[in-house]
């Protein structure tokens, strides 16, 4: 979805989807930077939602190492 960067390395943006047994998408997001990986799936089934979680990330320059404690405060907004 987008990239960032932290001091000299390349942060990857990825969108997450999961088809649910009742039919519908789940999204969730994948943050890749230096051989780490972290992601959190079915955060959401708005894509809207989830989008503009992924533009927050890629403005913040988020890390894999930071992914959890964002994606924690999104929810509790």
Request: hydrophobic share 40%; aromatic share 6%; glycine share 12%.
């Amino acid at each position: 979805m987008g990239t960032a960067r932290c001091k000299a390395q390349t942060v990857c943006y990825y969108l997450l989807v999961e088809e649910l047994e009742s039919g519908t998408e789940a999204y969730g997001v994948s943050v890749e930077c230096g051989g780490e990986r972290e992601a959190r799936r079915r955060l959401t089934v708005s894509g809207r939602s989830v989008l503009g979680l992924i533009r927050r990330l890629i403005q913040g320059g988020v890390t894999p190492v930071a992914l959890g404690d964002v994606v924690e405060d999104w929810l509790l907004r």
